[in-house]
């Protein structure tokens, strides 16, 4: 059974840093597209990162220069890095998990399966 379980999340002063992670089984998590979603109340899911099994990386227009994704396959865990946090930044965010062996870019409707989120609440 896939799942995914994120961390880390918590409430920080704007400009300040938090590192998410996303621990998966269930599944060969080297071979698929994992990315990084968020959401914040009455907006719609906006795509933070993705990276494929061969290190192929890919940012929202926001987050760009601000957040890094990376991932630990031995351990099965998706990181994202957070630097220079903004009140904006506010939201749930969630990792997902995408067909097998594509490229699926930060398209949420591409993913299939999803972690339950963490909050992350960024303070003025």
């Known amino acids: 059974q896939v799942q995914l379980v994120e961390s880390g999340g918590g409430s920080v002063q704007a400009g300040g840093s938090l590192r998410l992670s996303c621990a998966a089984s269930?599944?060969?998590?080297?071979?698929?597209?994992i990315a990084w979603f968020r959401q914040a109340p009455g907006k719609e899911r906006e795509g933070v990162a993705v990276?494929?099994?061969?290190?192929?990386?890919d940012y929202g227009d926001s987050v760009k220069a601000r957040f890094t994704i990376s991932q630990d396959n031995a351990k099965n865990t998706l990181y994202l890095q957070m630097n220079h946090l903004q009140p904006e930044d506010t939201a749930m965010y969630y990792c997902?998990?995408?067909?097998?062996?594509?490229?699926?870019?930060?398209?949420?409707?591409?993913?299939?399966?999803w972690g339950q989120g963490t909050q992350v609440t960024v303070s003025s």
């Open positions: 997902a998990a995408g067909p097998e062996g594509l490229w699926v870019g930060l398209d949420p409707l591409e993913y299939n399966y």
């Open positions: 269930g599944f060969t998590y080297s071979s698929y597209c």
């Open positions: 990276i494929d099994s061969n290190g192929n990386t």
